[in-house]
Structures are given as structure tokens and as C-alpha cells.
């Protein structure tokens, strides 16, 4: 079965950290380009960061020098570690899963960041 589950969302204090987790299952996680999207409510699903399989990382301009997305290969599974939180960034946060032309989404989680 393909899935991909995310873990480690939260309520957090500004200034504060989260480590968010997607593990795959069913798919050729070693194919995948892996991201990280979320949404606000009202607002529409937006980028936030994503790793190829060799390791090459794109971040959203908003994110940059606070979140930092890995992969684990040999655990299928993708990490973003996010530090110096803003309610700003409060959202559901979707993990993804992309090899051409196969798109893959978790069912999300939130993130809540609130003093």
C-alpha cells in the first residue's frame, strides 16, 4: 500500500522547535523527490522545502535559514526540522512524494505556534 504519514506536529512557542517526520511505504523511496508543503487556514497549499535523491534542497524564501529538510534512504523517510518558529508558520504541514509522473500526499499535520 502507498502511503506516506507524517509525524511530530504540535503546539510550540514562538522562537521554538519542531521536527517533522514523513515515513513512505510502498514506493521506491530512493526515486523520490520528497517536499514539504502547508496550509493556513484561509489560505492556499503552499511550498516549503524539498530534497532530491542526491541530497539537493530548495526552500521557500520564508523558510530559509530556520527549516532544514533531510532523507533518511535507508529509513524511507524525510525530516523537517524547524527552528526559530513565528505564528506565522502556523499551518498543516503535507509531506510529498514526486517521481514523474506519480504525485503522492500524507494526510498532514499541524503545527501550531502561540504563546
Known amino acids: 500500500q502507498v502511503q506516506l504519514v507524517e509525524s511530530g506536529g504540535g503546539l510550540v512557542q514562538p522562537g521554538g522547535s519542531l521536527r517533522l517526520s514523513c515515513a513512505a511505504s510502498g514506493i521506491s523511496f530512493r526515486a523520490y523527490v520528497m517536499g514539504w508543503y502547508r496550509q493556513a487556514p484561509g489560505k492556499l497549499r503552499e511550498f516549503v522545502a524539498s530534497?532530491?535523491?542526491?541530497?539537493?534542497?530548495n526552500y521557500a524564501d520564508s523558510v530559509k535559514g530556520r527549516f532544514t529538510i533531510s532523507r533518511d534512504n535507508a529509513k524511507n523517510t524525510v525530516y523537517l526540522q524547524m527552528n526559530s518558529l513565528k505564528p506565522d508558520d502556523t499551518a498543516v504541514y503535507y509531506c510529498k512524494a514526486v517521481s514523474t509522473p506519480t504525485d503522492i500526499w500524507g494526510q498532514g499535520t499541524q503545527v501550531t505556534v502561540s504563546s
Open positions: 530534497i532530491t535523491p542526491a541530497g539537493y534542497t
